[in-house]
């Protein structure tokens, strides 16, 4: 693969995000560029400072604005639960047909902390849960004592009231224990 310059290749980048239905893994999009990852992270980082609404996410990079439209409704909900419930409350909500976008925890020094989540379905809360396992990484809900918001999208109302509901059942949410 030839490789590309600067701008050539941000534009190319944000042609292939545009153009894709799931999230391109950076090592991919570095292959595909002819660079090294860590070119392509500076790269996002340049994208994202022009308003460019790339998101990076545990399964790659996603472009924004293909996902505004199929998830209308948005809720964000207070929950608690251990590091040992983390793939039941994930399966939860993704089990409903919602979207799992991010976590956001309250830090008492940095004040509000947001990561994205971005899972769906199984097969990706799967993939989030090893990614955290190998990497050895923390849930940032371990800094409140399990206490954590999610902000979860879906298609229809009835989606987010189901996980809702789910995640009552099992006793996740926050502001009912």
Do not use: W
């Not at 030839?2 to 050539?8: D, V």
């Not at 570095?30 to 996410?57: C, F, H, W, Y």
Request: glycine letters at 6%; proline letters at 2%.
């Amino acid at each position: 693969m030839k490789k590309l310059l600067g701008e050539e290749r941000r534009h190319q980048l944000l042609n292939l995000l545009k153009e894709a239905s799931e999230p391109i893994k950076g090592t991919e999009l570095a292959k595909q560029a002819g660079v090294s990852r860590q070119v392509i992270v500076g790269d996002m980082t340049l994208l994202k400072a022009r308003n460019e609404p790339i998101l990076a996410t545990s399964q790659g990079y996603v472009y924004m604005k293909q996902l505004s439209v199929s998830h209308a409704f948005e809720r964000q909900i207070a929950c608690v639960h251990t590091p040992a419930d983390a793939r039941d409350e994930l399966y939860t909500m993704v089990d409903a047909g919602v979207t799992v976008k991010n976590v956001t925890v309250e830090h008492p020094v940095y004040g509000e902390l947001t990561a994205s989540i971005m899972v769906a379905n199984r097969h990706e809360v799967d993939l989030f849960l090893t990614r955290v396992e190998e990497t050895g990484a923390s849930y940032l809900s371990e800094l409140t004592d399990g206490i954590h918001l999610h902000l979860i999208a879906a298609s229809s109302g009835d989606f987010l009231e189901a996980a809702v509901e789910g995640m009552r059942k099992k006793g996740y949410l926050a502001d009912e224990e």
